[in-house]
């Protein structure tokens, strides 16, 4: 009976892990990560994700800025769409990691995308949305919230 039952267990963690790995013809995106958790004036944010397409067509990119006030509300803002290439990946890729880079309130870089400072101590978080070249949307993928200073 014990055998069976780890037998089961052990079946239904295999067609979890291997669904996973799928691969779908709209394209997906999960953000990993989010540093630094605050930001102060001059920092640079990086944003890790890592998407999937079956067909390797990915062509463009949003990205999504919310704010968060006390009360729990937010706003969110399309920061902008950015081509597929001017994240420096190769073409036709089915599989790939992303890194996304945002200067706060300085203009010290001028090939990063420059995060305006806010007037008080701020909540945010990023989201990221992949179109390809048929128009498929991928899932909305939200970072962690991170905390920007006031400068």
Not at 100 to 120: K, S, W
């Amino acid at each position: 009976m014990k055998s069976s039952y780890i037998l089961f267990v052990s079946a239904i963690l295999l067609a979890v892990a291997c669904n996973k790995d799928k691969f779908t013809s709209e394209p997906q995106v999960q953000v990993n990560s989010i540093q630094p958790s605050v930001v102060l004036s001059g920092n640079v944010i990086k944003l890790l994700a890592s998407y999937t397409d079956q067909e390797g067509d990915i062509d463009s990119i949003y990205i999504v800025y919310k704010w968060f006030n006390a009360a729990g509300s937010t706003r969110a803002d399309t920061l902008q769409r950015y081509p597929i290439s001017r994240l420096g990946l190769p073409g036709a890729l089915r599989k790939a990691d992303i890194q996304l880079e945002f200067e706060y309130n300085t203009y010290n870089q001028p090939d990063l995308v420059t995060l305006p400072g806010v007037l008080r101590d701020t909540t945010a978080s990023f989201g990221l949305v992949l179109i390809d070249k048929t128009r498929k949307r991928s899932n909305y993928s939200e970072s962690a919230r991170i905390r920007l200073r006031r400068p």
